[in-house]
Nanobody, 114 residues
Framework: QVQLVESGGGLVQVGVSLRLSCAAS????????MGWYRQAPGKQREFVAI???????TYADAVKGRFTISRENTKNTVNLQLNRLQPEDTAVYSC????????WGQGTQVTVSS
């Protein structure tokens, strides 16, 4: 059973940075595409970023240039660096891994206060 555990969320002020991490309990982490999604209160879950098994990255327009996704295959971890946070970034951030199936973590809350 694949488990994903996110960490690093919190309550921050506008303009500061956070680093989210997601640890995956998989046998061969390097074959998985890893991604981050977020869901704000009253809204649907939306795509944030993805990093493929080969290291290619894609970002949502709303976060491009502010957020950076990276992976550490030796630690079975995917990270999301969130810079210049804005109130509209407030959401529960969840990581996902996919190969033949997709798996989701429980999420970590990010709240940006103005």
């Amino acid at each position: 059973q694949v488990q994903l555990v996110e960490s690093g969320g919190g309550l921050v002020q506008v303009g500061v940075s956070l680093r989210l991490s997601c640890a995956a309990s998989v046998t061969i982490f390097s074959v998985y595409n890893m991604g981050w999604y977020r869901q704000a209160p009253g809204k649907q879950r939306e795509f944030v970023a993805i990093i493929t098994s080969g290291g290619a990255t894609t970002y949502a327009d709303a976060v491009k240039g502010r957020f950076t996704i990276s992976r550490e295959n030796t630690k079975n971890t995917v990270n999301l660096q969130l810079n210049r946070l804005q109130p509209e970034d407030t959401a529960v951030y969840s990581c996902t891994c996919s190969f033949s199936n997709a798996y989701w973590g429980q999420g970590t809350q990010v709240t940006v206060s103005s």
